[in-house]
């Protein structure tokens, strides 16, 4: 589709359960970005794939967060043990890699609230 | 008028008047540049794009402009509507591609009064 799906738009999660998202990227894009929101400010980018690859993880935190791109699966972003400094909006986006067109495409989703209580 | 609130920055202005958002990028070896509105409840939305090969670039009822030498963006909204209240951000990457992260400057929140 034209639309990049996150899964789910909200969860609810208690201190150290464990937490996963889902992103399915637009068809036929082949890069996979994760951002992480809180209360509206910044974006910090996470972890993007090349198709299943995993392109930049410079983002990520090394223990807790994890991620994958799948083929023929929706991507996931999974966050073991979750603390309440999780809670945030956790963004999937999507881009062509080759194109000059505007933006690439890099489309975003709407989006996944995750809160930790 | 513009002020700093608990947050984020915030600009309030009557329907009509033109809006003018800034962003200031801190990487030089940025060549590409985004904004993108934010409304509540949503993802970012795509609004205009330059690259750094350019000053300016217009689209409908906005203009970006980019000055490099001071490393700052900005983004006008013309004749500005109740439809155009959401949070602004500004977007960079080095690399003028797809595949290059984005890094997003601080948010600027529009409200429009009617």
């Known amino acids: 589709g034209e639309e990049v799906a996150q899964t789910p738009k909200h969860l609810v999660r208690g201190e150290g359960q464990k937490a996963k998202l889902y992103c399915a990227p637009i068809?036929?894009?082949?890069?996979v970005f994760w951002y992480q929101q809180v209360l509206k400010n910044e974006f910090k980018f996470l972890i993007s794939?090349?198709?299943?690859?995993?392109?930049?993880e410079t983002g990520m935190p090394k223990e807790r967060f994890s991620a994958k791109c799948l083929p023929n699966s929706p991507c996931s972003l999974e966050i073991q043990a979750t603390k309440l400094e999780d809670s945030a909006v956790y963004f999937c986006?999507?881009?062509?890699?080759?194109?000059?067109?505007?933006?690439?495409?890099?489309?975003f989703g709407s989006g996944t609230r995750l809160t930790v209580v | 008028g513009e002020s700093v609130g608990l947050h984020l920055p915030t600009l309030s202005v009557q329907e009509g008047d033109n809006s003018i958002i800034n962003c200031a990028y801190s990487?030089?070896?940025?060549?590409?540049f985004i904004w993108y509105k934010q409304e509540s409840g949503k993802g970012p939305q795509f609004i205009i794009d330059?690259?750094?090969?350019?000053d300016k670039r217009q689209g409908q009822r906005v203009t970006v402009l980019l000055n490099k030498t001071v490393k700052h963006l900005s983004l006008q909204i013309a004749a500005t509507q109740p439809g155009d209240s959401a949070v602004y951000f500004c977007?960079?990457?080095?690399?003028?591609?797809?595949?290059?992260?984005?890094?997003f400057g601080k948010g600027t929140m529009l409200l429009v009064s009617p």
């Open positions: 986006a999507s881009s062509q890699s080759s194109t000059q067109g505007p933006n690439y495409g890099y489309t």
């Open positions: 068809k036929g894009h082949s890069y």
């Open positions: 794939f090349q198709n299943e690859n995993v392109f930049d």
């Open positions: 990487n030089s070896a940025s060549d590409y």
């Open positions: 330059i690259r750094s090969n350019m």
């Open positions: 977007a960079e990457n080095i690399g003028n591609s797809g595949y290059s992260t984005l890094t």
